[in-house]
């Protein structure tokens, strides 16, 4: 059975309790978060296996994170932990909406501080799946790893998995941040961004920018867009089309690690590989399944927390 290894960042939501800004909330409802983590957890969630790669902190948050994805089902044996590094923090506030307000505690994050050596036991199988974020590309160390855990992935024959999940509030330099992305993006076979994420990325509207993101190792593309739905394409020029489901959203949260973690799972059941991804059967069904997969974590609060699973899913999104 193919495994999907997920590397980054591993923090604590605290959600706010009622809609609201960050400076008026008076109440945070503490959970676990991280947007390859949220992907992972989604992926058990559906019945395929999956292991999370990151370094936490020495202390109780950092506790808390790896025990919610070991009850999750999640591999948390190539979780490390570490005394002079932190656990990565977060404070959410929710909108009318779902919508949210941010603010990041990490300048001193374990998660961008993990090296190679920290995961020279994963071995990798043809079959399995290697995803990962830019929260966690901020420092050279954590850079290195994960070029290290994507060049061992690519020599077995694991396909690579790559969600930009721009969070601007945690780059200083915006253009570093884009160079950051557009290098590890090199390196992807299927690439997950939203609409207006693509845009930054490629400085390109519609499908110009959608043209410019293939010619290298890109296979797939996802593009999300919010209640919009979703658009895939290959690099034969083949897409499809998903327009979405409407739902009654209370919180955004996840909802596109969960739109990810469900396309990956189907990736999984087909046992996909770089060199199958054209011939995979039912990308359309993929596609608007993973749509469900997001809609779904959107009618409740936090990510981990308002995941379903298959029968869950199908039954309230239609």
Known sequence: MSKLYSVGELLIDFQSVGTGSLKDTAQFVKNAGGAPANVCVQAVKLGQSAAYLTMVGNDGFGEFLTETLKREGVDTSYIKSSDKYDTSLAFVSFKDGGEREFSFYRKA?????????DFSSVNFRRGDMLEFGSVALKTQTAQNAHKYLIEKASAAGALICFDPNLRFNLWEDKAQLKKTVLEFAAYADVIKVGADELEFITGLLGEGAV???FGGRLGLLLVTDGGKGAKLYLADGRSYVCGGYKVKAVDTTGAGDSFFGGFIAR???QNATADTLLNLNGYEDMLCFACKCGAYTTTGYGAIPAMGDKEKINKAVK
Request: glycine fraction near 0%; hydrophobic fraction near 55%.
């Open 267 to 269: 990736l999984m059941e």
């Open 109 to 117: 994050a374990a998660d961008l501080y993990f090296t190679a050596d």
């Open 211 to 213: 043209k410019s993101m």
